[in-house]
């Protein structure tokens, strides 16, 4: 996804600047070795695009291709969800109102605030909510978040949204960025690995299962055959801080630790980890055990050699 993303932003500016694509990508690559690998591809595209004189005001963007720190963004989607309206004092004492809502379109989705009267009735009145598709434009970007203020607008559109991704979205974050219950990407390199640590689950619900004498028992399923998994324990650094972060069974095989029963081959594999640089998918958990925040691992992408290289080259 991140992929397809990038692809589409190079696309953009290539044709918008007249500029051989090629030519893009180095710049791209040009200017994330500059800033030491800190800053994501589509980051350093933005930059770039700036450099170029190139701005996406007043086209009309796919969700996906919205980032942070854009301004003057127009964009459509789909309601999915919508927050009940808060109130709240201003600074000037004045009862303010926030709402937002969630809108999807074939490529991603995100989180839209209203801080305008005006287009919170629209949600309060029922002129807008689930299902509809909205039109806006002007909007602002904070950090992730669509900001719709006084001088954007948001309106009902008849153009069709078919099919939409409501995937959960993962974005680019850095470590020092991350927050609890946030879902994130982090591009990061493995600095510690721990032994795995094993516990049973139900094979029906793939829930905890405790173990008694011997058996275990399902908090919902009863007496079951427990089956064994694995968890382990990593700490990621990607420059700006470093994060305590677990991986459960499924992501193990991506973190080349596949011999959980051989403690020589684990040895080796957890040597082998350390130093490698991935793109880690995950949720920020508060760990109630150490009240300490820690990145719950749901996917893993490896990072692809031709970019390393061309990276490298590019030093
Ligand atoms: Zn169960």
């Known amino acids: 996804m991140v992929v397809e993303n ?16 090629d030519e893009i990508e180095r710049r791209i690559e040009a200017k994330r070795a500059k800033l030491s690998g800190l800053i994501s591809r589509e980051g350093a595209a933005q930059v770039v695009a700036a ?3 190139i701005s996406f005001d007043n086209e009309t963007l796919k969700i996906e291709e919205l980032l942070p720190g854009m301004r003057k963004v127009n964009t459509v989607g789909k309601i999915m969800g919508t927050s009940p309206v808060r109130t709240f004092k201003t600074k000037k004492g004045d009862d303010g109102k926030v709402a937002n809502l969630f809108i999807a379109d074939d490529t991603s989705n995100i989180k839209v605030v209203l801080w305008d009267t005006n287009h919170i009735s629209l949600l309060e009145t029922g002129k807008i909510g689930e299902g509809i598709v909205v039109e806006i434009v002007n909007g602002a970007m904070r950090e992730n978040e669509l900001h719709l203020g006084s001088f954007s607008e948001l309106k009902i559109t008849n153009a069709v949204i078919g099919e939409v991704n409501n995937e959960k979205v993962f974005r680019m974050k850095k470590i020092s960025e991350l927050k609890n219950l946030d879902n994130a990407k982090v591009r990061a390199f493995v600095v510690q690995s721990f032994e795995p640590r094993f516990f049973y689950v139900c094979p029906t619900c793939r829930k905890k299962a405790i173990q ?4 275990f028992t399902c908090a919902e399923h009863g007496k079951v055959a427990g089956e064994k998994r694995a968890l382990m324990n990593v700490i990621l650094d990607d420059g ?6 677990v991986s459960f069974h499924d992501n193990l095989k991506d973190l080349g630790i596949t011999e959980l ?13 350390l130093g490698k640089e991935m793109i880690f998918h995950g949720a920020m958990r508060n760990n109630k055990m150490f009240n300490t925040p820690e990145f719950i691992i749901g996917g893993i992408e490896l990072i692809d050699a031709d970019s390393l290289i061309n ?3 590019s030093n």
């Open 6 to 21: 990038y692809d589409r932003i190079v696309e953009k500016i290539s044709k918008k600047a007249g500029v051989e694509k």
């Open 311 to 313: 990276e490298l080259e």
């Open 240 to 245: 700006t801080e470093t994060i305590r972060a």
């Open 212 to 215: 008694e004498n011997g058996n």
């Open 261 to 273: 029963e051989n403690p020589s081959e684990l040895m080796v594999q957890k040597e082998n980890l």
């Open 51 to 53: 450099e170029l004189g």
